[in-house]
């Protein structure tokens, strides 16, 4: 698969909690060079982040980030200061106590919430599969899916697996034809990557995709 068709459906990550505003700009240059869908950083950098980018690339953080325990007031708020901000897309984490609790009606209206606050902005909703049962899984599929979310990711990147071709394959299944599905956490390498797009990922959230073709361009692969 060429390159850059797989760089399109990139949004370039870097969530760690010792980023610093050096690595959050290479990290724009680095998107904008690559022409990838978007740079995903943390909320705290979207500002400066945005007024760098400009209109050259978008801007995605994340909310209720990574345990998905906040209050929906909170995630609300921190949606609409993001979007103020500059934010052109959130990707949401879900509150998993919800989901083992059964509470699917209230879950619903969470991300309902946040995609009110996200107006015309791209919503990405982060169930975090490998916490999931399969029937979890599909559940989820059909609650994303009535919630008028953007996408359903797989995974924050920061819990104990990530994307995996399988739930990828799932979500393909289950969710509605309007819900497109973002794949990330341990996408390792570009093969990985054409196979989570040949499966129906549109989106992948990799921190690594762009520093393996810079190896390879500076190797003559």
């Keep these: 698969m060429d390159h850059q068709k797989i760089l ?17 700009k290479q990290i ?7 022409g990838t869908a978007s740079v995903c950083i943390p909320a705290s950098y979207v500002k400066r982040a945005k007024e760098y980018v400009g209109d050259r690339m978008a801007v995605c953080t ?12 909170t995630k609300v708020f921190e949606t609409k200061d993001a979007i ?6 959130i990707d949401m984490v879900i509150n998993l106590g919800y989901v083992k609790d059964g509470r699917f009606d209230v879950l619903l209206d969470e991300i309902r919430q946040i995609k009110g606050a996200c107006g015309s902005h791209i919503l990405k909703v982060i169930v975090e599969t490998c916490l999931l049962t399969e029937e979890e899984k599909i ?3 059909q609650i994303v ?9 797989t995974s924050t990147g920061f819990s104990s697996a990530g994307a995996t ?36 990922a549109t ?19």
Excluded at 11 to 24: K, N
Excluded at 62 to 73: E, K, L, M
Excluded at 207 to 221: C, D, M, V, W
């Design 62 to 73: 994340v909310i209720g980030f990574p345990n998905g325990y906040s209050t929906t007031a």
């Design 28 to 34: 724009c240059d680095d998107a904008i060079q690559f």
């Design 203 to 221: 989106r992948l959230g990799p921190s690594r995709i762009i520093k393996l073709i810079k190896n390879e361009e500076a190797h003559g692969y």
């Design 145 to 153: 899916t009535e919630s008028g979310a953007d996408f359903i990711k």
């Design 139 to 141: 559940r989820l599929c």
């Design 8 to 24: 399109r459906m990139v949004d370039h990550t870097l969530l760690t909690q010792t980023a610093t505003w050096e690595e959050i």
């Design 84 to 89: 103020a901000n500059g934010a052109d897309e």
């Design 165 to 200: 071709f399988d739930d990828v394959a799932l979500f393909r299944q289950y969710v509605g034809p309007q819900v497109r599905i973002k794949a990330a956490g341990g996408i390792s390498s570009l093969e990985d990557a054409e196979r989570f797009i040949e499966l129906g």
